[in-house]
């Protein structure tokens, strides 16, 4: 992988409340023929400056938002840009989706190391404890605990329990995973014509 791509991008797209607010915002409520200043955003959003500046726009150019296809800036070189939605497929993607939440499973730093082992590290068709979970995760047990179910009822894994103890396997036929897959693959191609374009 290219040091310049986001390590997942799904991840990325999720990583921070004021990201998730910023992706509501040109989604679900912005006029896609209308630009807005910073100053309106801050307004709209309801979170500071330098929170959604982090996501869009700082001294190094275009940040994630930007990158991953979900925003653009107009009159880059202006004092003041102005910001729109997007025309890609990314935020088609996004504005048709109507599955499980993917925030869900990206947002949280503990959900997201869960759900980057099971969608990269597990093995089809191999079930894993508890234990084994937390100590390639790095997760402590009461974290381990309270999110390892938000994975089960997103479908992207299925629990196994015996008489001793409860495992988890990857569900390769989850219509999340697909989804997941699908977003991902968009907002890696997103983000590397836009990083050819940049540089």
Known sequence: MNPNDPPVPIFELY????????????????NRDETY???????????????????????????????????????????????????TPVVDFLTEYDGYPLEKLCGNPSVRKLTHFFLD????????????????????HYAFKDHIDRLVESSIIVENDDEWYTQYQFNQDSDVFEDIETLNELLYQEHKMRMKQIT
Not at 15 to 30: G, H, K, Q, S, V
Not at 58 to 85: F, K
Not at 121 to 140: F, M, P
Request: charged letters at 25%.
């Open 15 to 30: 990583r921070t409340d004021a990201r998730l607010a910023i992706i509501d915002f040109f989604i679900n409520e912005a």
């Open 37 to 87: 200043r910073m100053g309106e955003l801050v307004e709209q959003i309801d979170f500071s400056r330098e929170s959604l500046l982090k996501s869009l726009y700082s001294r190094n150019g275009p940040e994630q938002l930007v990158l991953l296809g979900v925003v653009d800036i107009e009159d880059l070189g202006a004092q003041i840009p102005h910001y729109s939605t997007a025309d």
């Open 121 to 140: 590290q597990a093995k089809i068709g191999k079930a894993y404890n508890g234990s084994k979970i937390q100590e390639v995760t790095e997760l402590g």
